[in-house]
């Protein structure tokens, strides 16, 4: 077996960008990268005890950590700041599509967008998201189906009849 | 495709542009501190039910009677191996009639060692339907000590590891659950567990931390599931999963912490040893050998019993009863 060190370097290395991701919905960069910091230092006291797959455990620590600041709500807008360049020919597009998407998340139910983005973020099954979210799996399965439901009502293209 | 336009909102860039800034500074932060070591041991969901057992506990003078935990047996070539003697118990148990009761009764004596060459024996009771139950009133407390050296020193820290005084008593709506490394396992999903192997075994290899090995995680859970109301297949397929473990030792000609005989089992990793009647497959005693754990903290309304080197516990009556007048 490795040891512990090699162990929660690994850990680190492959997750630390996912939790700091989930902390960018709750907060600030500087109080998010201080919750994903906190979070792996409570992953290295409690090594021993992480399940096999340990990328919900650390999202649900850290979900835990960013309900003691104020304002933790999900603000899907803060990510708009953060948008990650494309070297695509149509960047013009796709920003604007994704700017159109983060403000029909920040304007649906926090439960709703936070549903989307563990799922779409980091290929949590419904089980493992639901867990984080605090809630059962059925009414996760609901919250996720809402708002792919929104999100695809409010992005497609319409008819100039329809806009008018 | 809505999922895929959502991972796109993925904010990469910054946290790659964190990642490389703050790695170096995190891990140094991490490895000043001393991880943990694993929870092995149960956690008691509801605390309230603990409270209640620490105040039914009745002290009596500590005498210093011979220890009733038995010197190491050497060992003998066994005829039998730890591998046949498992696979048979599962047999027997299988063959075993199916028992169905109201309230499971444990009577267990629990040996602790609170300093070095000291040990602390008592006999505690509790009935529970999963929801209401009783506790009794803690019996038979015993200290016994290796020297005058060890009752002087003990005597001086204050005799450390007594159990408290109180009553019997009855409780109503609480929620008891043993953790079973990552999992809470009340009363009903003990009786639900699997008796196919491979169910089972895929549940302990969910319920088993990342890193603890396996068959020492397997041996830790048995002294919770054999001695619940997991039906006799679950707890014969328990066997069979124990059964495979490599290294196992087994002594024939060994006892129990109350002097009562049985074959004795111990994992690889020589910190746990199960004591089990070759006659019913049923489980006497665990003995805890592995170095002392540390309390952490746990989940509010829970509790967590670090276990000791030296802990052990022997197992008086385990089955269905009526609860006691």
């Known amino acids: 077996m490795d040891d512990p060190e090699t162990r929660f370097t690994d850990l680190y290395d492959r997750h630390y960008r996912a939790v700091l991701g989930y902390a960018l919905l709750?907060?600030?960069?500087?109080?998010?990268?201080?919750?994903?910091?906190?979070?792996?230092l409570i992953a290295w006291r409690r090594l021993a005890d992480l399940p096999p797959e340990p990328l919900p455990w650390l999202l649900g620590v850290a979900r835990n950590l960013l309900r003691k600041q104020r304002d933790s709500g999900i603000r899907a807008e803060r990510l708009l700041a953060y948008l990650p360049a494309r070297d695509a020919p149509d960047v013009a597009d796709q920003v604007t599509e994704r700017e159109a998407a983060l403000i029909v998340l920040a304007a649906m139910a926090e439960a709703d967008a936070e549903a989307l983005i563990l799922t779409s973020w980091y290929g949590l099954t419904p089980r493992e998201a639901a867990k984080i979210a605090g809630c059962a799996t059925g009414t996760f399965t609901v919250r996720l189906h809402r708002a792919r439901r929104r999100l695809t009502e409010a992005l497609r293209p319409r008819t100039l009849q329809e806009q008018s | 495709m809505i999922d895929d336009l959502?991972?796109?909102?993925?904010?990469?860039d910054v946290t790659e542009e964190s990642y490389q800034a703050r790695r170096a500074d995190d891990l140094r932060k991490a490895f000043a501190v001393r991880p943990e070591r694993r929870r092995r041991t149960p956690l008691l969901a509801a605390s309230g039910l603990l409270a209640a057992a620490a105040a039914a506990f009745v002290v009596f003078a500590p005498s210093t009677t011979v220890a009733h935990r038995p010197a190491p047996v050497p060992v003998d070539t066994p005829v039998l191996t730890a591998r046949s003697v498992l696979l048979a118990g599962a047999e027997t148990l299988e063959r075993a009639p199916a028992e169905t009761g109201t309230y499971w009764h444990e009577k267990v004596r629990t040996f602790t060692s609170p300093l070095d060459g000291v040990?602390?024996?008592s006999t505690g009771e509790t009935w529970y339907d999963g929801r209401d139950g009783k506790i009794g009133a803690t019996r038979d407390v015993q200290t016994t000590f290796a020297d005058e050296r060890a009752e002087k020193a003990w005597r001086a820290k204050g005799r450390p590891g007594l159990p408290k005084t109180g009553a019997a008593?009855?409780?109503?709506?609480?929620?008891l659950a043993v953790g079973i490394g990552t999992k809470q396992v009340r009363q009903d999903d003990v009786k639900k567990l699997p008796a196919d192997r491979a169910a089972l075994q895929k549940w302990l290899d969910e319920a088993r931390p990342s890193g603890q090995d396996a068959g020492s995680f397997t041996f830790a859970a048995a002294r919770h599931i054999?001695?619940?109301?997991?039906?006799?297949?679950?707890?014969?397929?328990l066997l069979r999963i124990l059964a495979d473990q490599r290294g196992l030792r087994l002594d024939e000609n060994a006892t129990d912490p109350i002097g009562r005989p049985g074959l004795s089992i111990t994992d690889a990793t020589g910190d746990h040893t199960l004591v089990v009647d070759p006659a019913t497959a049923k489980l006497l005693a665990y003995?805890?050998?592995?170095?002392?754990?540390?309390?952490?903290?746990t989940p509010p309304g829970t509790m967590m019993i670090p276990a000791q080197k030296g802990t052990a516990y022997a197992y008086l009556e385990t089955g269905w009863a009526d609860l006691p007048r």
């Open chain 1, 26 to 40: 709750r907060a600030e960069r500087a109080a998010a990268e201080d919750v994903a910091g906190e979070t792996f």
């Open chain 2, 6 to 12: 959502v991972r796109s909102l993925r904010p990469d």
């Open chain 2, 119 to 121: 040990v602390v024996a």
């Open chain 2, 169 to 175: 008593r009855s409780f109503t709506g609480l929620v």
């Open chain 2, 226 to 237: 054999l001695t619940s109301p997991a039906s006799n297949t679950t707890r014969a397929t």
């Open chain 2, 287 to 297: 003995v805890y050998n592995g170095e002392d754990e540390q309390p952490v903290d």
